[in-house]
């Protein structure tokens, strides 16, 4: 390869071949009618960068990030096939033009249009583009991995052959979300091709003694080192790992090293932290691919200026027309949090009336879910048969499921990352958290992954999973991380549909319901409820909306889940002095029944919410606040409302001491007397 670079710039050729020839040699390169529409597929790339700088100066934009020096990843893509699924970084500009995603639609990106592929919701060079498979990124770094496992997982549960690409820079490859999403790929051998991005930067902080790599974490037999500022080099590893992951057996980790031509982001000037000599030794893989094509024949002298100019005028004037594109209606702002209406299932589901306990309704419908849709796949710790969950919802379901029912690893992250990719390659995953309490690791892949993905992309990815997980107190012994009620971690994700049943036709009514939802479910399940023995109702319980559990004229009290015990055993005690309670179980927290409440307090003008949750910015409050802020009711109000709480504490291990800060029935009695006073 001809090279006219100082010497410092050979020495880093020279090592540069030295990690080729690990990654596999230089026998399977981009072949020669590809050539040249490649180097010109990486010059456009370089343009659209250039482009983006100048309009970001004349104010058209806010934001950058230059994919300068990253161009030659592409050469992956030569030997994808249009099903494979790529999983994209922020600097990946040329893969995606590559995957169709072509200079308007990198335009509309840069420039938040409402013609872009988030209506201008996501930040630009968050690549997005349904049409090539390629998923939406978002910005907590790493996020993408776990997601992309669970879509190759859904590769192979659905026997296909599809490979996913997850691409990620080498700084993010020390979240945590990396290494499992690596081990869960290496664990079912899925086929999925890390492709690291080694510019040994994150943003001013050299990688060189932080990357796993350069540390000796990464496993020796699926990591290939590639030189990343050669398309041959990549293409030939490429060509090296892709049968084998194709195939079936297992992941693997390109390492392509390569330079970062200009600073992290718009916002950032790598001249104040790097040196002149090391940006002036930076390999262009631009320039380096132009003078190997013009060595060896296959463009010729000039041809290179006269495809940047002609690509100069082109994408001046595509980023021109774009700039005249209206943007997106702030009025439209609110759509795509869930399905349109015409989406949503027709009915509430069928459910008979069942009796039993609540356990056992889950486990109904879990079967029958399982029997209905075969794209149904359950996941959780100790799911399988024999202990079939640590409450025992999967037991028995093994022989029917099959490998659509698995046991996860210790890992929620893994839980719930896996279950975004499944459900974004069109599988209907279930998933089981052991306790609500263990939501914090896998909280990244919630709020960054699960509960945007539908509204980032207008709707062009969704996320139809389901999560369920034992919820609350009033079960002794569970104390700090067994007996959380925190709903209001997650009412407060715009996204998310929450419900808390607490009868067992309530139970499989929303479990039914929730597997034919295109959009993602919480269940919360009350521990303390769980396994009560219930008679059949005389009568299916709707799947939506809220239950009336009792009906008065004195007071009305809003409620869900362990506060539906509470109140109904308050309103039979008042019941006997002549007050008249009415208890409304609201069931569904998001979205939630407010009219069934309101209309309530407009019939009794005074007002009791109860929750186990404690008080600050609880859901609860937020139903009062919401009652509050409406002039009908609030001009129906006779005393002020009331909001039974637990204080701002922690539920303790002892259970005298859980008794003394959970709210109680007698509290629910002297609220009630309050507001009649």
């Known amino acids: 390869m ?82 494979d699924l790529i999983f994209p970084h922020y600097r990946d500009r040329t893969l995606m033009l590559a995957r169709g995603m072509d200079a308007e639609g990198q335009a509309r990106d840069l420039m938040a249009k409402g013609g872009s592929h988030s209506a201008g919701r996501n930040m630009s060079s968050h690549f997005s583009h349904r049409p090539g498979n390629v998923f939406s990124l978002a910005s907590p770094t790493g996020s993408q991995c776990l997601p992309a496992a669970g879509a190759a997982w859904a590769s192979v549960l659905s026997g296909e052959r599809k490979v996913v690409v ?30 690291v991005s080694d510019n040994r930067y994150g943003i001013s902080t050299p990688t060189d003694g932080l990357s ?22 990549v293409h030939a590893a490429a060509a090296a790992v892709l049968p084998d992951v194709r195939a079936g057996r297992g992941p693997a980790v390109l390492w392509c090293r390569l330079d970062r031509l200009d600073s992290h982001t718009s916002s950032d000037d790598q001249r104040l932290y790097r040196t002149k000599d090391e940006l002036a030794a930076m390999r262009d893989p631009v320039a380096l691919f132009t003078d190997r094509l013009e060595a060896e024949g296959t463009i010729v002298p000039g041809w290179a200026d006269q495809v940047r100019a002609r690509l100069a005028d082109d994408v001046e004037e595509v980023f021109d027309r774009v700039a005249g594109e209206p943007s997106a209606d702030p009025g439209e702002v609110m759509d795509h949090l869930f399905a349109a209406a015409d989406e949503q299932p027709t009915a509430p589901a069928d ?38 969950g640590v409450f025992g919802f999967t037991k028995g379901l093994g022989t029917l499921a099959g490998p659509r029912m698995t046991n996860s690893p210790l890992a929620e992250a893994t839980i719930v990352g896996a279950a975004v990719g499944l459900a974004a390659a069109g599988m209907r995953p ?9 939501a914090g ?42 007996s959380q009620s925190n709903e209001s971690l997650f009412t407060h994700l715009p996204g998310l549909r929450v419900v808390v049943p607490s009868t067992p036709e309530d139970t499989e009514a929303v479990f039914l319901e929730s597997f034919a939802s295109p959009d993602p479910t919480l269940i919360l399940l009350p521990k303390h409820l769980m396994r009560r023995q219930h008679p059949p109702q005389p009568g299916p319980a709707p799947a939506r909306g809220a239950r009336l559990l009792r009906t008065g004229a004195d007071v009305t009290i ?51 919410v109860v929750q186990e949750d404690n008080r600050t910015s609880s859901f609860g409050a937020t139903v009062l606040a919401d009652l509050l802020g409406s002039d009908d009711e609030f001009y129906s109000l006779l005393a002020p409302p009331r909001l039974v709480s637990r204080r701002d504490v922690h539920i303790p291990f002892h259970p005298d001491l859980e008794s003394a800060v959970l709210p109680a029935a007698d509290d629910v009695v002297a609220a009630i007397r309050s507001v009649l006073a």
């Open 2 to 83: 001809p090279d006219a670079a100082p010497d410092a710039k050979k020495k880093k050729a020279k090592s540069s071949e030295n990690v080729l020839s690990r990654a596999g040699g230089t026998g399977d390169t981009i072949p020669r009618d590809r050539r040249a529409a490649f180097l010109e597929q990486m010059m456009l790339s370089r343009e659209c960068d250039r482009r983006s700088g100048i309009v970001l100066r004349q104010g058209q934009a806010w934001f950058h990030i230059s994919s300068a020096g990253h161009e030659a990843l592409a050469a992956l893509c030569e030997l994808l096939e249009p099903e």
């Open 166 to 195: 997850c691409s990620i820079g080498d700084a993010s490859t020390r979240q945590g979300e990396f290494f499992e999403a690596l081990a869960f790929a290496v664990e079912r051998k899925l086929p999925v091709v890390f492709l």
């Open 212 to 233: 796993p790599q350069r540390l000796g974490l990464m496993p020796d037999a699926i990591t290939k080192v590639v030189d990343g500022s050669d398309p041959d080099a």
């Open 351 to 388: 459910t008979r009336p069942c009796g039993g306990t609540m356990v056992e309704a889950v486990n109904r419908a879990l079967r029958t879910g399982l029997e209905n849709d075969p794209t149904l796949v359950l996941f959780g710790e100790d799911i399988e048969d024999p202990k079939g």
């Open 430 to 438: 279930v998933v089981e958290l052991q306790f609500v309490d263990f």
């Open 441 to 482: 690791p896998a909280w990244n892949q919630i709020a960054s992954q699960l509960t945007t993905l539908r509204w980032r992309t207008a709707s062009a990815w969704r996320c139809p999973v389901v999560i369920y997980a034992p919820w609350g107190g009033y079960l002794p012994g569970g104390g700090i991380w067994h």
């Open 558 to 608: 809003a409620t869900w889940g362990n506060g539906t015990e509470l109140a109904t055993e308050a309103a039979d005690r008042l019941a006997a002095e002549g007050v008249g309670t009415e208890v409304i179980d609201l069931r569904w927290l998001t979205p939630v029944d407010r009219e069934a409440v309101a209309a309530s307090v407009r019939r009794t003008g005074r007002l009791v």
